[in-house]
């Protein structure tokens, strides 16, 4: 009987211990979480190749820890500016 959809495991760091590696081999797929200011693209480059090795399928990246409160990180607001609705009939609910 089939009860979840999806299942995670969560692993040690992969290019310290072989456990995320051997795990890997066992499921559908790999999500690597990198940490933002800590991971370099070097490590994310040697992961890559560590579970493609093992014939791995990565389907994504998780940054983890990201200081949001920077500047650096509140820039989209500019990009994407709030709506702005003609009529209160057009307005979105707010769920929140």
Same mark, same amino acid.
């Given at each position: 009987? =089939? !009860?979840?959809?999806? $299942? *995670? $495991?969560d ?6 211990f ?9 499921v559908?797929? *790999?999500?690597? *979480? /990198? =940490? ?6 070097q490590?994310?480059v !040697?992961?890559? +190749? ?6 791995? !399928?990565?389907i994504? /990246? ?5 200081? $949001?409160?920077?500047? /650096? #990180?509140? !820039?989209? +607001? #500019?990009? #994407?500016?709030?709506? =702005?609705? $003609?009529?209160?009939q057009? =307005? ?5």
């Amino acid at each position: 009987c =089939r !009860r979840y959809d999806h $299942i *995670v $495991i969560d692993s040690p760091p992969a290019l310290y211990f072989a456990d995320s590696t051997i795990i890997s081999t066992k499921v559908d797929s *790999v999500i690597l *979480v /990198v =940490r933002d200011g800590v991971s370099s693209t070097q490590t994310l480059v !040697r992961m890559q +190749r560590l579970f493609q090795s093992v014939g791995s !399928r990565i389907i994504g /990246v998780v940054l983890n820890a990201v200081p $949001i409160h920077k500047q /650096v #990180y509140n !820039r989209y +607001r #500019y990009y #994407y500016p709030e709506p =702005r609705f $003609i009529d209160e009939q057009t =307005r979105p609910l707010n769920l929140g």
